[in-house]
């Protein structure tokens, strides 16, 4: 290997390290989401009835807030005759926890086509949009689902308070509050400004600003470099 071509080639290995290092720095997950095994206990206009279904849940930015989806995975309930398309209309409330509270209403499409009678009523998934007031950690936990269908009402409640399916570290509006998924999970772990991207707080800004100047120096490093092999081939002729 001749001198000339040396140091530019430790000049490009140190610009691609940069970067690399940079980019596995800003890359930190915003939202972490797990699927939990939820045991509805419903109320039918005909009867009790119990139904284990796993839930998921997943977030998207949306303007200053999260797009927050509810997926079943399994149906719940059953109808004693069939139900049409269009007959069935799910609803369901989730759960707000970590430096928030209250619940956050969800809804989604009537059923697309028939169920049969007797058959589990499988639930489309169910979405709404999350606002933070509060910067810091929010978990989202399944609620009450409720079902209407041919004029009356099947409510079905978690026998037991279920684990979060969803965690999200979020920055409210203005930075006010106080104290973070893949699908989910993170994720959500979110925030919002006005481009659309919603700042993030905490330990992981001074991770990624510390990777921004650690990337910086090896981008000076790399100039210099650069800058002296060119002085040095110029001195040479």
């Known amino acids: 290997m001749s001198y000339r071509t040396y140091p530019k080639r430790t000049a490009a290995?140190?610009?691609s390290a940069a970067l690399a290092g940079s980019a596995?720095?800003?890359a930190a997950p915003a939202a972490h989401a797990t699927v939990q095994n939820v045991n509805y206990q419903c109320?039918?206009?005909i009867g009790n009835k119990s139904a284990v279904s796993p839930i998921d849940m997943k977030s998207v930015r949306s303007g200053g807030g999260y797009k927050i989806t509810m997926s079943f995975q399994k149906g719940v309930s059953s109808s004693p005759v069939e139900l049409g398309k269009g007959a069935m209309n799910p609803s369901a409330v989730i759960r707000l926890g970590g430096v928030e509270s209250g619940t956050l209403a969800v809804s989604g499409?009537?059923?697309?086509a028939a169920i049969p009678a007797n058959?589990?009523?499988r639930i489309s998934d169910l979405s709404g949009t999350y606002t933070p007031k509060k910067s810091g950690k929010v978990t989202f936990t399944a609620g009450v689902l409720t079902i209407k269908a041919l004029g009356t009402t099947t409510t079905c409640t978690p026998a037991r308070t279920p684990d979060p399916s969803l965690e999200l570290d979020v920055t409210a509006a203005g930075g006010s509050g106080g104290g973070s998924g893949s699908s989910?999970?993170?994720?959500?772990?979110s925030g919002s400004s006005g481009s659309g991207q919603l700042p993030q707080t905490g330990?992981?800004?001074?991770?990624?600003?510390?990777?921004?100047l650690g990337g910086t120096?090896?981008?000076?490093?790399?100039?210099g470099a650069l800058w002296l092999n060119r002085r040095h081939q110029g001195a040479a002729r």
Do not use: C, E, F, H
């Open 109 to 112: 499409p009537a059923n697309a």
């Open 184 to 189: 989910g999970g993170g994720g959500p772990r």
């Open 119 to 121: 058959s589990p009523i």
């Open 217 to 223: 120096v090896l981008l000076a490093g790399a100039g």
């Open 13 to 15: 290995y140190a610009l």
């Open 43 to 45: 109320k039918t206009p």
């Open 203 to 212: 330990p992981q800004d001074s991770t990624v600003a510390l990777g921004m």
């Open 24 to 26: 596995v720095l800003m």
